[in-house]
């Protein structure tokens, strides 16, 4: 079955459950402060909040382009076995703590278990989706990450129910038990791959670190990429961290209001950016027009520059949700699209480690951003803040379309 064409879409399934896990995880942590606060004094304090939270991006930015370069060199499979079992009993013993000094140790784990997951799942999806599916295969595992975000969000309505604890043990739980039952379903597909020019196999050879760096750093289109990826990670992650704040005081309503209705609405955008207009549209272009991907990406990246600006300055429910929406879409039809234009320009055995150094460079991005429009909200000018982001996506997106000119659809 692993070599039939159904499998290629088992396996998106498969890693599509993964991702869900990967966010909701991280997430939860987010919506229960209130309720661990009871039990540790220490998240009473904003900065020490703050610096939970933090911990977790610092380390997963740092870690990422190491676990791409891992990705590239062990088998996949039991790499993405082993991050799932590792960030789920991370979870999981993180309901046993109540101790801050513990809860530090334990995030800053899941910050190193989680980061080898992305490169190499999206590494394996691109190899089973060589040509007319692959963006539409990526963007529907993107979505479980837009799944796991918005189900993370009632990590503090469970913990209502029964209790903080309770919620990261049973969570740990069902990720334990999944990544048992990946053990046996899934498997990787990257020691051989189909030659475009004939029906023989040819072997996937291992660079050495040095020199696959070099191959990398020394390529002008994956320096574009890297800037493509990390200018729209700003108002990626701002979305993120901000956006139920920005409702609440741009719709004047409580916070228990402006959650849901923010991160569903982003989530539910994203899915249909992602799915329903960004992989298909991507996968039909490309195969008429070489830098299809590259235009449906740039049309996602363009839906989110009005969009940012309504966010910032729209006050009425129709400007904000409307503006959110537009954003979710275009994002959507981005996200979709990055490693598939990514695996235009770096071949097979580089992918895993390029998506790497692409999410370090988004994650550090996104770190920077919500500090800044920390500071942007005490002065008063939030809403500025969030405007000003559609300035750097329009020139990420000008240079992409200057530089970015892809030869094949898929580089050997």
């Known amino acids: 079955m692993r070599n039939s064409k159904q499998y290629a879409w088992v396996v998106v399934f498969l890693l599509w459950i993964v991702a869900l896990l990967n966010y909701m995880d991280r997430q939860m942590l987010s919506t229960m402060k209130d309720a661990m606060q009871i039990d540790i004094a220490e998240l009473k304090k904003a900065e020490a909040f703050g610096f939970l939270m933090a911990i977790f991006l610092y380390v997963y930015g740092f870690m990422s382009p190491i676990a791409g370069s891992i990705a590239d060199r062990v088998n996949r499979k039991w790499l993405i076995v082993g991050s799932l079992l590792v960030w789920s009993l991370v979870t999981f013993c993180m309901g046993l703590t109540n101790n801050f000094s ?66 990261f043990h049973w969570f740990g739980i069902i990720g334990i038990i999944y990544a048992f039952i990946l053990a046996f379903v899934l498997y990787d597909k990257k020691s051989q791959h189909q030659s475009s020019s004939s029906s023989s196999h040819k072997v996937i050879h291992k660079l050495p ?28 992650w701002a979305t993120k961290n901000w956006l139920p704040t920005l409702f609440a005081d741009s719709l004047k309503i409580p916070m228990s209001e402006a959650g849901p209705l923010s991160t569903i609405t982003i989530a539910v955008s994203s899915f249909i950016g992602a799915v329903f207009i960004g992989g298909p549209l991507s996968d039909k272009w490309v195969q008429k027009n070489i830098k299809g ?21 729209g006050h009425s429910f129709i400007t904000v949700v409307g503006a959110a929406v537009c954003f979710g ?20 055995n580089l992918r895993a480690t390029a998506y790497g150094f692409m999410n370090m460079v988004g994650v550090f991005a996104g770190a920077a951003i919500t500090q800044i429009l920390g500071k942007f909200k005490d002065e008063g000018n939030f809403g500025f803040g969030f405007a000003a982001l559609a300035v750097i996506v329009a020139l990420a997106l000008l240079v992409q379309l200057i530089v970015l000119k892809p030869k094949a659809q898929n580089m050997e």
């Open 209 to 236: 670190i040095t020199k696959g760096l070099s191959i990398l750093f020394s390529n002008i289109a994956f320096w574009v990429i890297l800037l493509y990826f990390a200018a729209p990670s700003l108002p990626g």
């Open 293 to 313: 991907r590259i235009y449906t990406g740039a049309i996602g990246l363009a839906l989110t520059i009005p969009a940012l600006i309504l966010l910032g300055y």
């Open 329 to 348: 879409v275009g994002y959507g039809m981005f996200d979709a699209n990055n490693m598939p234009i990514l695996c235009q320009f770096v071949p097979q």
């Open 102 to 167: 513990q809860l530090l140790w334990l995030r800053a784990l899941m910050g190193v278990s989680e980061a080898l997951y992305i490169p190499a799942g999206l590494a394996i999806i691109t190899d089973y989706h060589t040509g007319k599916t692959r963006s539409l295969a990526v963007g529907i595992h993107m979505t479980g990450l837009y799944t796991g975000q918005a189900l993370g969000g009632f990590g503090a309505t469970i913990a209502a129910t029964y209790s903080w604890h309770t919620t």
